[in-house]
């Protein structure tokens, strides 16, 4: 397709469905291996935010083959916890190594002195348990769901307060954080800057870190809260934010698809749709219209 139809397979790369239905693909793979390692160490909040700015400055450093990943939230009633730790507000730091687990293993003196941890998970998973390891918790139907996502080019000591904070209103509400959602951090970098920003319409390649607030519950009667308290969230990142990846938009709408791609790619975008599918059929998504459509 890339030489047959250069442009249409440019505007599959990240605007997907949009231009149609793909019945098949060939890939190229590179050879990983088939080992991973997830190393996290988890902080209460009065330790958090000096563990995660230590976390921050690694991000440049680190090997490509390490993702480093945050997380704050509530716990759950998890194995590797103290007993009395469980349901618990914390926050975590680590990465993810991607390959022969002893060279990642190489990471964890510098990442286990991030600060005063109270627990820490290191596991050796195969690659398929590393890609696998959420399909449980966001199975189709198993819960009611709200995200918020941003993509940070820097990650300054006042992103990080916000982050921690989980959008709390005020400091009476941070006393109880069971409503309020969770977030994670990825960085970026490696193989997803290796390439221009030009050369697919996925974009913002050159970010840090991308964040993502996720609710989950299951009673409707939540359900105002609960998106509610997201947004909010969403909300006191977003002074740090440009862009958001189009797979975590929710109710934006167009205004959201702009942030997604920015200006300009939008608009060869658009180009491309009035071209291949100038009547929108491929609309059930975060639609991109064709250029001249209201």
Excluded: C
Aim: proline share 5%.
């Amino acid at each position: 397709m890339s030489a047959e139809n250069g442009d249409l397979f440019w505007g599959l790369r990240g605007g997907g469905g949009n231009f149609g239905v793909v019945t098949e693909f060939e890939f190229r793979v590179h050879r990983i291996g088939t080992a991973a390692l997830v190393a996290d160490y988890f902080y209460s909040h009065a330790e958090a935010p000096a563990a995660l700015r230590r976390w921050r400055d690694q991000i440049g450093e680190a090997p490509s083959r390490a993702t480093l990943t945050a997380w704050v939230g509530t716990s759950g009633e998890w194995s590797f916890l103290p007993r009395d730790l469980h349901n618990t507000p914390l926050a975590s730091a680590g990465f993810v190594w991607v390959g022969d687990p002893d060279e990642g293993r190489r990471l964890l003196p510098l990442f286990s002195g991030l600060g005063r941890p109270v627990a820490e998970r290191v596991d050796n998973l195969t690659y398929l348990e590393l890609q696998s390891i959420d399909d449980d918790a966001h199975r189709h139907g198993l819960q009611r769901r709200y995200w918020k996502g941003h993509y940070l080019p820097q990650f300054p000591d006042a992103a990080i307060d916000a982050f921690l904070a989980q959008g709390a209103p005020d400091a009476d509400a941070a006393a109880d954080r069971s409503f309020l959602p969770a977030a994670s951090l990825q960085s970026y970098g490696g193989a997803i800057a290796s390439l221009s920003d030009d050369e697919t319409a996925f974009t913002h390649r050159d970010v840090l870190v991308e964040f993502i607030a996720a609710a989950g519950w299951t009673d409707p009667a939540e359900d105002e809260q609960r998106i509610a308290a997201a947004r909010r969230y969403g909300a006191t990142l977003e002074p740090f934010a440009d862009g958001v990846y189009v797979n975590v938009l929710t109710d934006e709408g167009q205004d959201g698809v702009r942030r997604a791609y920015g200006a300009d790619k939008l608009a060869r975008l658009a180009a491309l749709k009035h071209r291949y599918d100038p009547e929108n059929v491929f609309h059930l998504n975060h639609n991109i219209r064709p250029r001249g459509s209201a």
